[in-house]
């Protein structure tokens, strides 16, 4: 079966919206949004898009301000972020969905799931820091404040660092560069979604969370934050993924629509 990614642009409360979305598969279980952490966009998810597009129909939008999306005027809120994907949810009408979050979205998909929770059916979180007092301190000196470009580019060297820090073995430096570019593209605005992300805690979220929730913990840079979470599940399951990390929907993708499936077909018929 034959299915590709189409890019599109929906009307959202903060300009265009860009999403991506799979066309072409049978379509026959329950669709998926997947959103991406801060400051990257839906590109992340194009290959996983691909793979479980086969039986669903699945979207990757990118948030306001990353990506290919028109930025709010001022910093937004997790929630402003839930709302933005709940237009997302209206204008494709989806009577209902599940929901997959990475990083910043994670908080935006609980957020979603609490304000929707007659459309949200299902939640999978990959990474849900709870973090000490200390650590949420020193991010958000590191991540939550305005940076600006540098003459000397030492800002651009800084970044591609970052994620080079956190590379699993194996990963083509061709998947980091694509990254490190979508990144930039939030420019100077790209703390905006940290910002949101310190101020939405999961210790305060995540235990009143009913849907059925999925916590996979990677070996990366929120791993030992994460495990602080295990006990916030409401209703669900912690697995840790050892020796993954950062680009697993790229380099483990058919891994990771396994592990997906499994959770999220288990309330329809005939995987009880």
Same mark, same amino acid.
Request: net charge negative; glycine share 8%.
């Given at each position: 079966?034959?299915?590709?990614?189409?890019?599109?642009?929906?009307?959202?409360?903060?300009?265009?919206?860009?999403?991506?979305?799979?066309?072409?598969?049978?379509?026959?279980?329950?669709?998926?949004?997947?959103?991406?952490?801060s400051p990257g966009s839906?590109?992340?998810?194009?290959?996983?898009?691909?793979?479980?597009?086969?039986?669903?129909?699945?979207?990757?939008?990118?948030?306001?301000?990353?990506?290919?999306?028109?930025?709010?005027?001022?910093?937004?809120m997790i929630q402003d972020?839930?709302?933005?994907?709940?237009?997302?949810?209206?204008?494709?009408?989806?009577?209902?969905?599940?929901?997959?979050?990475?990083?910043?979205?994670?908080?935006?998909?609980?957020?979603?799931?609490?304000?929707?929770?007659?459309?949200?059916?299902?939640?999978?979180?990959?990474?849900?820091?709870?973090?000490?007092?200390?650590?949420?301190?020193? *991010? @958000? /000196?590191? =991540?939550?404040? +305005?940076?600006?470009? $540098? #003459?000397?580019?030492?800002?651009?060297?800084?970044?591609?660092?970052?994620?080079?820090?956190?590379?699993?073995?194996?990963?083509?430096?061709?998947?980091?560069?694509?990254?490190?570019?979508?990144?930039?593209?939030?420019?100077?605005?790209?703390?905006?979604?940290?910002?949101?992300?310190?101020?939405?805690?999961?210790?305060?979220?995540?235990?009143?969370?009913? *849907? @059925? /929730?999925? =916590?996979?913990? +990677?070996?990366?840079? $929120? #791993?030992?934050?994460?495990?602080?979470?295990?006990?916030?599940?409401?209703?669900?399951?912690?697995?840790?993924?050892?020796?993954?990390?950062?680009?697993?929907?790229?380099?483990?993708?058919?891994?990771?629509?396994?592990?997906?499936?499994?959770?999220?077909?288990?309330?329809?018929?005939?995987?009880?």
């Open positions: 079966m034959s299915v590709t990614v189409r890019r599109e642009y929906i009307d959202g409360r903060f300009g265009q919206m860009h999403v991506r979305r799979s066309v072409g598969g049978n379509e026959s279980k329950r669709p998926l949004i997947c959103l991406h952490l839906g590109l992340m998810y194009e290959k996983l898009l691909t793979e479980l597009g086969q039986e669903r129909h699945c979207f990757a939008p990118d948030t306001p301000g990353y990506g290919a999306s028109d930025a709010p005027k001022t910093p937004p972020f839930a709302d933005a994907v709940g237009q997302l949810i209206d204008h494709y009408e989806l009577p209902s969905i599940d929901l997959l979050g990475y990083h910043t979205g994670s908080k935006i998909a609980i957020a979603l799931a609490q304000s929707r929770p007659e459309i949200v059916n299902r939640l999978a979180l990959v990474s849900a820091p709870s973090y000490t007092e200390e650590q949420e301190a020193s *991010q @958000r /000196v590191a =991540l939550a404040q +305005p940076r600006g470009p $540098l #003459e000397d580019g030492s800002h651009l060297v800084a970044q591609w660092s970052g994620l080079i820090k956190w590379k699993p073995e194996g990963t083509p430096l061709s998947l980091i560069q694509r990254e490190f570019g979508e990144q930039q593209r939030a420019g100077e605005l790209a703390h905006w979604g940290y910002q949101a992300a310190f101020a939405y805690r999961h210790a305060d979220h995540l235990p009143l969370v009913q *849907q @059925r /929730v999925l =916590l996979l913990c +990677p070996q990366d840079d $929120l #791993e030992e934050p994460t495990l602080r979470s295990e006990s916030l599940i409401n209703n669900g399951e912690f697995r840790r993924l050892p020796g993954w990390g950062h680009q697993m929907m790229n380099t483990r993708t058919e891994e990771m629509a396994d592990i997906l499936r499994r959770h999220f077909d288990q309330d329809l018929k005939g995987n009880q």
